[in-house]
């Protein structure tokens, strides 16, 4: 696995900073040969981003907003996984530090069977039209909700598996709790809008449909920030009446990809972020390839407020480069939020707050507050999870029977429950630090501490 660069010497920014990409179109058959007319653009953007989170005292992480590939094939996920490791080591974060939701591209088109395309019809049908929550749900729920509805997207959740994103029937969409600069936590949530995707997919008559239930927990919580991503805008959703005004209440920050241009809007008391694509088709009329550097961070003056700067860069065909955007470098926006201060503890330096936004020490964060300098830690589990899946399938299997973990009740399960399985009978058996060890072995690791292993309690923390 490879080991992330030494962050630099600087101090670091308050709050976080991701690196925002959708729309990358992995080809396994014309990405990486000598026909590849995007390779330089791949290239150059590993640069970019390298050169601007340097400016920027580090980077925490990357955001993928869906079509990693082209046609949901494994060989894409393979060149998909190389480039996300250069850019990694790139812009210096850990390279489990991903998240990801599937585009339409992510979508395997020859494993939709009829049966599916046949649902999808009716979803779309206008007598549907008012209760496509109810009927979704029913589907999902069903026992062929899993094989009808998400076997196209196998191959995606093999990869976004080791990410600890992969979607299924039961799990549509998944969250993830990040630490920001005050104490507070910004949470990011992983929406499915490609459950009724097929090639019939517009923005008219052949919309897709979200679910309510996947904005179910985007519940009010003071100590809280939403940030949503999701690969469809919410025009091409059947049910926008349902899930937008749920989401424009309760997400500060809201990240969309698939229409290949970039557009920022407040609506409200919400920002709403449409990517752009990095490689967008050259068929199209106004072709700019586009990626973003976003800074979130949490500001106290009278009142508290999530500051995101968005730092947008296009791809420049005179000087063969990514630049930053026509209109101006970087923007700004302070979203309010409600008021909440941490408990006092003597081990959380966020307990004492500065009050406004001179107090600031960290440079060149002229609105930004820096109170704790917010950086993710991964969980052993999640680094477990991201070395389960370098391995081929065969091996996966190999171990786990070795190690017990299969049972007849596995019968026609598929990832990702077939994992989370594994994954807890581990748990259960205490067996963790055995399964970590044989990861070790098998990737070829240098030695170093099993998590999962203290002195008297085989099985580690988590056990």
Request: charged share 25%; glycine share 6%; with cysteine.
């Amino acid at each position: 696995m490879p080991t992330p660069l030494e962050a630099p010497s600087q101090t670091r920014s308050p709050g976080l900073t991701f690196v925002h990409v959708s729309d990358i179109h992995f080809h396994f058959r014309r990405n990486g040969s000598i026909l590849d007319r995007d390779a330089d653009i791949a290239h150059q953007l590993v640069l970019d981003a390298s050169r601007l989170t340097t400016e920027l005292t580090g980077c925490d992480g990357i955001l993928v907003n869906g079509d990693l590939a082209y046609n949901g094939k494994e060989d894409e996920y393979v060149l998909a996984h190389s480039w996300l490791q250069q850019l990694c080591d790139g812009i210096r974060c850990d390279p489990l530090a991903i998240w990801l939701v599937p585009g339409n591209h992510d979508v395997e088109r020859p494993a939709s069977a009829a049966i599916r395309d046949t649902l999808i019809r009716n979803l779309r049908s206008p007598a549907s039209e008012k209760r496509i929550n109810d009927f979704l749900r029913g589907y999902l729920e069903g026992d062929d909700g899993e094989n009808v509805l998400f076997r196209c997207l196998q191959k995606y959740n093999e990869f976004a598996g080791g990410y600890e994103c992969p979607v299924s029937a039961k799990k549509p969409s998944w969250s993830k709790d990040l630490p920001l600069n005050d104490g507070s936590t910004l949470r990011l949530s992983g929406l499915t809008s490609v459950i009724t995707s097929n090639g019939d997919d517009d923005d008219r008559a052949n919309k897709l449909a979200l679910g309510e239930f996947q904005v179910a927990n985007l519940r009010e919580d003071p100590r809280i920030a939403h940030m949503v991503m999701c690969h469809h805008p919410m025009n091409w959703l059947l049910d926008a009446s349902e899930v937008e005004p749920q989401v424009n209440a309760r997400a500060r920050v809201q990240l969309f990809g698939h229409e290949h241009r970039q557009q920022i809007d407040t609506i409200n008391n919400s920002l709403r972020i449409v990517a752009g694509a990095v490689t967008p088709s050259r068929d199209e009329d106004h072709w700019e390839p586009r990626y973003n550097v976003l800074q979130i961070a949490v500001l106290k003056t009278t009142s508290r407020q999530l500051v995101i700067k968005v730092h947008p860069r296009a791809w420049d065909s005179t000087q063969r480069k990514f630049v930053e955007a026509s209109g101006g470098a970087i923007r700004e926006y302070k979203l309010a939020l409600p008021d909440w201060n941490p408990p006092m503890s003597e081990e959380s330096p966020a307990s004492k707050i500065a009050t406004s936004e001179t107090e600031s020490a960290a440079p060149n964060a002229d609105s930004l507050l820096a109170v704790t300098s917010a950086r993710i830690t991964m969980s052993p589990e999640r680094r477990l999870t991201y070395r389960f899946f370098q391995l081929p399938y065969a091996v996966r299997m190999e171990i786990v029977a070795r190690l017990g973990l299969i049972s007849d009740q596995d019968q026609g399960v598929t990832d990702p429950e077939l994992t989370r399985r594994f994954f807890e009978r581990a748990r259960q058996r205490r067996l963790l630090d055995q399964l970590w060890d044989e990861l070790k072995i098998r990737l070829g690791l240098p030695d170093e501490q099993n998590p999962y292993r203290e002195a008297g309690r085989v099985g580690g923390p988590d056990a």
